[in-house]
T-cell receptor, first 118, second 115 residues
Framework: AQKITQTQPGMFVQEKEAVTLDCTYD???????LFWYKQPSSGEMIFLIY??????QNATEGRYSLNFQKARKSANLVISASQLGDSAMYFC???????????????FGQGTRLTINP | DTGVSQDPRHKITKRGQNVTFRCDPI?????LYWYRQTLGQGPEFLTY????????KSRLLSDRFSAERPKGSFSTLEIQRTEQGDSAMYLC?????????????FGSGTRLTVV
């Protein structure tokens, strides 16, 4: 079974600084996908970035990049030039096949609460 | 299309009462998922629909829980005889087959409080 571990319950960062949110994963599947989601206080889960296990390069989306280290089974999210609006919960997730259905569910970590200080 | 809609946003109910939540996915999405998120935890998978067929249910989904997706459009999640342990955020997500690498689209959730 897939497992995601996020070891930082909370992070506090000054505005405009870069921040790295840690994520390690465990899987026996040779092919897998990793996601990061942002959950503001409104509750909605907002998709940020995706990294496939066979992708040669680290994924980037604007100010978000994923530091993918396959041998270490880590997929850390890097946010550059943090903004006050980045304050939220951040979840790392991995897809897990629903056997026989051709579909996938997401397995989430416990999340990291990021607070950006002005 | 404004994304995945969930109704109500908040629900407070007395223990033992039945509650029903609704999810309206993105119209062209044929896959729909329900997740439950308790305080301080990440979401946990409950059930999956492809079109109108419920194809997967988690062991978290006890007999008191039932979900439907008539005509493959909106979905409802009903909890019968609610217990305090049912207090959580219930999140709905939808996706279009083959595009999940671009992210599943989640709704804002229904926060249930059982008193």
């Amino acid at each position: 079974a897939q497992k995601i571990t996020q070891t930082q319950p909370g992070m506090f960062v000054q505005e405009k600084e870069a921040v790295t949110l840690d994520c390690t994963y465990d899987t026996s599947d040779p092919s897998y996908g990793l996601f990061w989601y942002k959950q503001p206080s409104s509750g909605e889960m907002i998709f940020l970035i995706y990294q496939g296990s066979y992708d040669q390069q680290n994924a980037t989306e604007g100010r978000y990049s994923l530091n993918f280290q396959k041998a270490r089974k880590s997929a850390n999210l890097v946010i550059s030039a943090s903004q006050l609006g980045d304050s939220a919960m951040y979840f790392c997730a991995m897809r897990d096949l629903l056997l026989g259905q051709g579909a996938q569910k997401l397995v989430f970590g416990q999340g990291t609460r990021l607070t950006i200080n002005p | 299309d404004t994304g995945v809609s969930q109704d109500p946003r908040h629900k407070i109910t007395k223990r033992g009462q039945n509650v029903t939540f609704r999810c309206d996915p993105i119209s062209e999405h044929n896959r729909l998922y329900w997740y439950r998120q308790t305080l301080g935890q990440g979401p946990e998978f409950l059930t999956y629909f492809q079109n109108e067929a419920q194809l997967e249910k988690s062991r978290l989904l006890s007999d008191r829980f039932s979900a439907e997706r008539p005509k493959g459009s909106f979905s409802t999640l009903e909890i019968q005889r609610t217990e305090q342990g049912d207090s959580a955020m219930y999140l709905c997500a939808s996706s279009l087959r083959g595009t999940e690498d671009y992210g599943y689209t989640f709704g804002s959730g229904t926060r249930l409080t059982v008193v």
